[in-house]
């Protein structure tokens, strides 16, 4: 039987304890027993648990002390007290102190449950809603897609072919260029996107925890396992999980990834028996995995099962024309966040911009328009507004346009033409004007130019 969840009794009552205790187990809840408020708060400075079942009279510390710690150490956890001198002084009390409810001893225990059952279920349902509220405020999904090059039309057409699908998928690109972004945009267009999409840095993790973090451990697997702990695997279940920086994975975990992979299954810390998991699975890396594989520092069989479908995004210097794109939809999420009102960015800072070399990718000029906008206090972001580095890398790189110079004229045409649009918001006849050239001049190169 699957873990329903754990749950901690105190009651110093060695019967009633032990009863109850038992039935929640024949349940299936992964029950921890307290003889009393003070084992209970050692306990609870050394684990999590869903649920606490404590009794309200018991010696030293009793149950509304024991609930205000639990308030003070796991404000996640639900609390239900348990009385044999029930009153509506005492009830009200117990819920006015936090807890979420309160039984009438002795005790029913179909009643009991009932209300743990409904407990558990609608923590589980404040969880899902809690990620899925992320999900929708969140700035990453398909809609944050930004660009109109043809690298960023491959792969928006990429993403729409794989979505519907369940294969894994493997994105593959430098630090900084939104990996994440696009795997955000394969769950939104997938049929899980009403379910949860969990990000693991795989990378970020302890080696010496990572194990139990993706797949979860029972109690006492280790030293301090003194309550089964459900895995990321697990807790997506019927959703996506993304293994970002992929590349960082322990060559022992590489295997029980493959597992899960193959066989729909993992296997806890310390558990005798797999469980079963429906998750979809997005990877990403910017590492070579196939020369990582040939080198023996990753696994071939599992590159190959996670690169059924592989997406790779180009590098921001390789996809300038994306730049006035980002740098529009950057200055209105910060003109939101920060409660400003740019319009935008000059074209003297334009130019300068997309000059840099951008090494850090969209996350370096994300840095860069958030410290404009700081410093900035016109309508328009200048030169004078952007970090020094940026004048002084502008100056040393130069375009990456190329040696041809028809390829240079149309790449400055582009982007002045796109940035005075901007600035008329649209306004093409106002556009011309400034531009010098008639309308319908501006129509066949907005044409001509793919604007």
């Given amino acids: 039987m699957a873990m329903r969840g754990s749950v901690l009794v105190v009651d110093d009552e060695a019967a009633s304890r032990e009863s ?56 996640q956890t639900l609390v239900i007290l348990m009385t044999a001198y029930a009153s509506v002084e005492t009830a009200v ?57 043809k690298a960023m039309r491959n792969i928006m057409a990429m993403i729409a072919k794989v979505a519907p699908t369940i294969s894994t998928v493997l994105i593959t690109g430098e630090s900084g260029v939104g990996k994440e972004v696009v795997a955000r945009g394969i769950h939104r267009e997938s049929e899980r996107r009403d379910k949860i999409f969990l990000p693991v840095n795989c990378g970020a993790i302890p080696e010496t925890l990572l194990e139990s973090q993706l797949f979860g451990h029972v ?110 939809f950057l200055v209105r999420r910060h003109n939101v966040e920060m409660n400003r009102h740019f319009k935008g960015v000059d074209n003297t800072a334009m130019k300068a911009l997309l000059r840099m070399p951008w090494r850090g990718n969209i996350r370096e000029l994300d840095n860069v328009i958030e410290h404009a906008m700081i410093v900035g206090s016109g309508d328009w972001i200048t030169t004078a507004d952007l970090p ?30 796109a940035n005075v649009l901007q600035r008329c918001e649209g306004d093409k006849r106002k556009a011309a004007d400034l531009l010098g050239i008639s309308l319908s001049s501006l129509y066949r190169k907005i044409e001509d130019l793919d604007l």
């Avoid at 005790?107 to 009991?112: A, G, I, M, Q, T």
């Avoid at 899960?260 to 998750?279: F, M, N, R, Y």
């Fill in 93 to 149: 009390e117990a819920l006015r102190q936090g807890a979420h409810d309160y039984m009438i001893k002795p005790l029913v225990y179909d009643d009991v449950l009932a209300k743990v059952g409904r407990l558990l279920e609608r923590r589980e349902l404040a969880w899902q809603i809690q990620y899925l509220r992320r999900e929708v405020e969140s700035r990453y999904d398909i809609e944050n897609l930004i660009g109109e090059s």
């Fill in 388 to 417: 020094d580095r940026v004048a002084a890398a502008s100056a040393a790189e130069g375009l990456f346009v190329g040696d041809e110079l028809k390829g240079a004229i149309r790449f400055y045409e582009r982007g002045h033409i």
């Fill in 219 to 328: 109690k006492g697997a280790f030293t301090g396992a003194i309550t089964s702990h459900e895995g990321l695997f697990h807790r997506a279940r019927g959703g996506t999980i993304f293994l970002d920086e992929i590349g960082e994975l322990p060559m022992s975990l590489q295997v029980k990834l493959l597992r899960a992979i193959e066989e729909k299954e993992i296997l806890p810390v310390g558990a005798a028996s797999p469980i079963k998991v429906d998750v979809r699975i997005i990877a990403a890396t910017n590492r070579d995995l196939e020369k990582c594989a040939g080198e023996g520092t990753f696994r071939e069989d599992l590159y190959y099962r996670l690169n059924v479908f592989g997406i790779e995004i180009p590098a921001l210097r390789d996809r300038r024309e994306d730049i006035p794109a980002l740098i529009e």
């Fill in 20 to 75: 109850l205790a038992d039935v929640l187990t024949d349940e299936g809840y992964d029950v921890t027993r307290a003889v009393d408020g003070k084992e209970a708060s050692v306990l609870l400075q050394n684990a999590e648990f869903d649920l606490v079942l404590t009794d309200l009279r018991m010696p030293e510390i009793d149950g509304v002390m024991l609930l205000r710690e639990v308030r003070r150490l796991c404000p």
